[in-house]
């Protein structure tokens, strides 16, 4: 999604840059407050570190959730198993 929306504007660009689109000044100005808005120039280390950050701690809880996941089912099959009869004599 956000990268079909990041290609709709590069296609609008490089046609206004070959001029077979018409330029208009405003949806250039949101483009570039849009560009403004994500950083950039000596940010690329900060920014991969932030990154990281993020994405392992989805890592993190997507292996928890699947771990929380294969415990339940393996508590149901243990539940759902015939008990064995123990006999006192």
Do not use: W
Request: glycine residues 8%.
């Amino acid at each position: 999604m956000l990268a079909e929306r990041v290609g709709l504007i590069v296609e609008y660009l490089s046609a206004v840059s070959r001029g077979t689109a018409p330029r208009d000044n405003e949806t250039l100005r949101m483009i570039g407050a849009l560009v403004a808005s994500l950083g950039g120039g000596g940010a690329g280390q900060e920014f991969k570190e932030e990154f990281m950050t993020e994405y392992n701690d989805v890592l993190l809880t997507t292996y928890l959730a699947t771990m929380t996941k294969q415990l339940n089912s393996a508590n149901e099959v243990r539940h759902s198993a015939p008990q064995p009869s123990v006999r006192c004599s």
